[in-house]
């Protein structure tokens, strides 16, 4: 069955510290992988997106790692700020290059970062 | 260039009725996404439309129906509504279906159904 799975569900950090959220998939085929951002009540904004040829992604302090052989990924936040509050969503597309693509997302982790 | 928009942002309605929300894509994108999205179950996929067809339907009722126009603004429709119904409905909008496009998400609106 094709699933994205995130831990940690919910995570408590202070402002300023680093952390790592994971994702593990089973999605085949896999087509890329996406970290998006939500903060609550809006849509969700993509941070990375990564082929299977890409191991390593920056977007500021966002930096996302996939190792495609055991199918993980995860998102490191460095030096947080009380605006990276928000729910972090790990999405996998899955499907052949120039077919119709299916996203298969994850539930997300929740973060807080507290002053 | 203007985000992807949606209204209303706002939406209270009753059992029974039917809702009608509307989402405008972002200049020149021809895909749009529909999901819904409820604490615990994140977002789930409604269907998507690329040149006024739904080229992808996820697994929803038959009440869940949308249609695309000729210039990408696209429509989403729930008739008969239950108390489940109640969600934010996000619609995004991409160039294409295919590949490693980015969907970009709009602001969403909150349906609740009393």
């Known amino acids: 069955k094709n699933q994205v799975e995130q831990s940690p569900q919910s995570l408590i950090i202070l402002e300023g510290k680093n952390c790592t959220l994971q994702?593990?998939?089973?999605?085949?085929?896999?087509?890329?992988l996406r970290w998006y951002k939500q903060d609550t009540g809006r849509g969700p904004v993509s941070l990375t997106i990564m082929t299977f040829s890409e191991n390593t992604k920056s977007n500021g302090r966002y930096t996302a790692t996939l190792d495609a052989d055991t199918k993980q990924s995860s998102l490191h936040i460095t030096a947080s700020q009380l605006s990276d509050s928000a729910s972090y969503i790990c999405v996998v597309s899955q499907g052949y290059a120039g077919n119709n693509r299916k996203l298969i997302w994850g539930l997300g982790t929740s973060l807080a970062v507290n002053p | 260039k203007a985000g992807v928009t949606q209204t209303p942002r706002y939406l209270i309605k009753t059992r029974g009725q039917q809702v009608t929300l509307s989402c405008s894509p972002i200049?020149?994108?021809?895909?749009v996404s529909w999901y819904q999205q409820t604490p615990g179950q994140g977002l789930q996929f409604l269907f998507e439309?690329?040149?006024?067809?739904?080229?992808n339907k996820g697994n929803f009722p038959g009440r869940f129906s949308g249609r695309q126009f000729s210039n990408s603004r696209s429509e989403m429709n729930v008739s008969t509504l239950e108390l489940g119904d109640s969600a934010l409905y996000l619609c995004a909008s991409s160039l294409s279906p295919t590949g490693p496009d980015e969907q970009y998400f709009g602001p969403g609106t909150r349906l609740t159904v009393t």
């Open positions: 200049s020149g994108h021809r895909s």
């Open positions: 994702c593990n998939y089973t999605v085949s085929p896999f087509s890329n």
């Open positions: 439309y690329f040149s006024e067809t739904q080229r």
